[in-house]
Each structure stands twice: as structure tokens, then as C-alpha cells.
């Protein structure tokens, strides 16, 4: 018989002290009501029995007070095929996402690599805003060569039409404004792009057609003048007309593409390229990028990138190892941004240049457990889910492609990427862990059966995800 679940998800309450539990929520949901059949609730609960038992221990702080401090990076023990053992067996049995691929390295290189169904790292992929990382540092590069000369630079000084008044805020919008998405141009938070109920059945049909730019543009309220196939200077102009400011830049925060589109908009009139020769000289060459693309004139910076698992893993071993950006200008890049959001909730953490301070779901807001952690993600709509461990001096990536009609299950390879992040932390830390058959012997704790049946459900029937 069919058995019926109200799931109230919690997206992960991490960074509370070491030792507590917490429910696990995807990041673009906030409640479902699923049905799924007895069997399937069997089956998954037995699935669950023998899986990871932890999402929270390996994620906190060590106590040490490192505000402002970047995590030195560290030497990690040999580690073997054998060790990725547990990973692999953990990833193999992975029942809810059909085609993914996982990468794990440190500054020396690549460590771990795996790969699930029709999929691989060089399988192209449209990467939402998991685009906006390496376009913020893309244009942080020409801060490193001088073309601008610093990131507190106002915009009116390479925009002859900004506004240099006083009394008009805009005149004190600064580059690193617009990569911590802080200037203030337009509303917006994460998820709201991807939460079923600003997903209407219009823009799933045309993201079935391979529209998703387009899409992601319109959710987020951006100008026609910013289709991909128009000019850049043009998009900048249509921004600064039309989408007001919700406050003094530099003190408020708001999750958009306007930002990095005025962004462009600066770097191609201070290096005198086209945007698309901004990208590939700051990005793909920059970071050795052989299998992507920005398609478009004017491509959408934030959420327009079309890469595979291999390229986007040399941005991460880069940023990581500060190469081809300067250690100075790459913690300048991970400093916490918006501080005054500190005490606010937060769904994934405070905000740096184009990715997020991770501090997910958390109601005491940015709080020094978070800081200590030193954990930065960007996390993209369709499962793209990337992360640097600065404490523990890794990289990991969770590469996925969920789209069309399947696109309300792209938050679940979310659950997949919290859930093997303390696992891959014991791994990089040379502790032993064994695993007797396809049960897990150390004291991990699993995901809760509510979470498991979400996303049991939502994967059996997407149209039942929130």
C-alpha cells in the first residue's frame, strides 16, 4: 500500500557544535508532500541502513579562532586506490542520481576520480550559477595584471556614462562591489531560481529545450537588453537604468546576474576585449579550459558557463593552489563580504567574489564555527556542486546535469555532496575507515528516513518535488 510523507526539510543544519545531529533539506525546497509505495520505503530504508552516518562532525571548526586567517595548505598522507575504497562503495550505491561524476584533489593534484552512469568528467554540462565562481575570479585577473587597477576602483572610473554624483549611490558602486554581489543592483537569494513554485510549466517545457539561460535570465528579472545573443554595453546601460537600488552598495546583499554583467561591462571597456575575449584570456587560458564554453555575445556570467568536470577541476586545483591568481588577491576573493548579514539566517553562508562562506541552513546566521571551517562552495541549479576546503586543503566536486523535466530533482545530488564531505574528510586525514560488506563500520550517521524519502519520492516522481 502507497504510504504518504509530509516531509519539512531543514537544508543540512551544519556548523553547530560537534557531536549534534541535524536534518538534511535540499537547498531549493523548503517543504514536500511525497507518496511513495511501501516497497520503495523499504528498500530505500534498507539503502539507508548501510550508508554514511555522518554529515556534521567532519564539517566543524576546530575551536581555533582563524578570523580573516586563510588555512595553510596542508600536507596530506599518501593515500592509495585503497583508501578512496569507502568513497567509491558509498558513491557506486548512490540510488537517486542516474549520471554523475565526483573529483577530489589537493594542491599537488588530483586524488580521486569517480564516475556513475552515461556520464563522465568531460561530459559537457550547462552549470547555472555554479558559473558565477570562476567569472568573479575571471575578472579579478585583471586586477592581477593592473588592466584595473584595484578591486576598490568606483565603476564610473572605466564607464564614462556612470554617474560620478555624490548624492546618487550609484557613483560609489566599486568592482568589488559587483563580485560580492554587494552593490546593490536588484533583490534576489539563492534557490529562489530553482524552487518549484517560480518554476512554471512554461519555463520547465523550455528548459527541456536546452533554454536554460534564457530561462534563469527571466527568473531572474534581468533586462531583454541582457539576452546572450546582445551587447554587453548595452546590457551594463539597461541594469543601471532600470533595476534600482535596494540600498547603499558595500551594506547590502543580493543574489542576481547584475552584478557580474555590470562586471563584464568593465572589463571590457578596461582592457579594450571583447567579453569573449575577456573569457578566453582570463578564464579558459588563464586556467587551462579546454572543453567549455560562454555561448553568446554576451553570455550570462552568472549562470551562462557550459563545462565539463575536467575544466572546472583545474579552476578549483588553481584557486586552491593560487595559481594563476596571487595568494593576496584570492584571499581578498574569500574574505566574508557581507558581514552585516552575520546575524541574519542563512541558507548557505555569508558571501565572497561569486560563491558562497558555507554555513548552510544555519539560524544563528554567520557563526564562528562557519568562520573556522574555512569551506567555500557555489552550488548550481542543475547539481553542479563545487567545494574548497582551505582548512583541510582540498578541492571536491560533485559534477551533475539535472534539466527539463527532470529539473525539480536537481537539488538532490546536494544531498550526495553533504553527505560524502565527511567521508572524504577522513580520508584526506589518513584515518582508517573499514567497511564490512555494504555496511559502513565507523560512527557515521545517515541521512533521516524523512530525508530519504523525500528524495526517494522526487526521484521516482519529479513532478512530487517542491
Known amino acids: 500500500s502507497a504510504i504518504s510523507i509530509s516531509a519539512s526539510l531543514s537544508l543540512l543544519a551544519m556548523m553547530q557544535p560537534r557531536g549534534r545531529s541535524h536534518a538534511l533539506r535540499t537547498a531549493l525546497v523548503l517543504a514536500a508532500s511525497i507518496s511513495v509505495s511501501q516497497a520503495s520505503a523499504n528498500e530505500y530504508g534498507s539503502w539507508l541502513s548501510g550508508h554514511v552516518r555522518s554529515v556534521l562532525s567532519a564539517l566543524q571548526g576546530d575551536g581555533e579562532d582563524r578570523s580573516g586567517v586563510v588555512a595553510p595548505v596542508l ?108 552593490s546593490g543592483f536588484g533583490d534576489g537569494h539563492p534557490g529562489a531560481e530553482g524552487a518549484g513554485s517560480s518554476v512554471s510549466a512554461q519555463h520547465r517545457a523550455r528548459l527541456a529545450l ?60 578596461a582592457s579594450g576585449l571583447s567579453l569573449q575575449e575577456v573569457i578566453d584570456k582570463y578564464l579558459f587560458k588563464a586556467f587551462g579550459f579546454s572543453e567549455s564554453t560562454y555561448p553568446g555575445s554576451n553570455p550570462s556570467l552568472a549562470g551562462g558557463l557550459v563545462t565539463t568536470g575536467h575544466d572546472y577541476e583545474q579552476f ?77 586543503g582540498y578541492y571536491f566536486e560533485l559534477v551533475a546535469y539535472e534539466n527539463g523535466q527532470y529539473y525539480p530533482r536537481s537539488g538532490i545530488p546536494e544531498y550526495l555532496a553533504v553527505t560524502v564531505k565527511p567521508l572524504i574528510d577522513d580520508i584526506m586525514q589518513g584515518r582508517d575507515i573499514s567497511f564490512t560488506g555494504t555496511h559502513h563500520t565507523v560512527g557515521y550517521n545517515a541521512l533521516s528516513l524523512t530525508d530519504v524519502n523525500y528524495v526517494a519520492g522526487c526521484y521516482v516522481d519529479p513532478s512530487s518535488c517542491a
Open 75 to 182: 600536507n596530506h598522507p599518501a593515500l592509495g586506490s585503497q583508501a578512496w575504497e569507502p568513497l567509491r562503495q558509498l558513491l557506486s550505491s548512490w540510488k537517486f542520481t542516474d549520471n554523475f561524476a565526483v573529483a577530489v584533489g589537493d594542491a599537488s593534484g588530483p586524488l580521486f576520480v569517480y564516475e556513475h552512469g552515461n556520464f563522465s568528467m568531460h561530459t559537457p554540462v550547462q552549470t547555472a550559477s555554479t558559473s558565477k565562481w570562476p567569472s568573479a575570479m575571471m575578472i579579478a585577473g585583471l586586477v592581477h595584471d593592473s588592466t584595473i587597477a584595484s578591486l576598490d576602483d568606483p565603476v564610473h572610473k572605466y564607464l564614462s556614462w556612470w554617474t560620478k554624483k555624490p548624492k546618487d549611490l550609484r557613483s560609489q558602486v566599486t568592482l568589488r562591489h559587483l563580485l560580492s554581489f554587494t
Open 210 to 269: 536546452g533554454e536554460e539561460a534564457q530561462v534563469l535570465r527571466e527568473l531572474a528579472d534581468q533586462p531583454e537588453a541582457c539576452d546572450a545573443t546582445g551587447d554587453v554595453t548595452a546590457c551594463a546601460k539597461a541594469i543601471y537604468k532600470d533595476v534600482e537600488l535596494i540600498g547603499k552598495p558595500g551594506t547590502v546583499y543580493s543574489y542576481n546576474s547584475n552584478h557580474l554583467q555590470l562586471a563584464g561591462a568593465v572589463a571590457v571597456a
Open 316 to 392: 578549483l586545483s588553481g584557486i586552491l593552489r593560487y595559481s594563476p591568481l596571487p595568494k593576496d588577491l584570492v584571499d581578498e576573493s574569500e574574505k566574508d563580504a557581507t558581514p552585516f548579514m552575520s546575524d541574519e539566517y542563512t541558507l548557505y553562508g555569508n558571501y565572497g567574489f561569486g560563491h558562497f562562506l558555507l554555513c548552510f541552513d544555519s539560524t544563528a546566521g554567520f557563526t564562528q564555527a562557519c568562520k573556522d571551517a574555512h569551506l567555500h562552495i557555489d552550488p548550481g541549479a542543475f547539481g553542479f556542486f563545487p567545494l574548497i576546503d582551505r582548512r583541510l
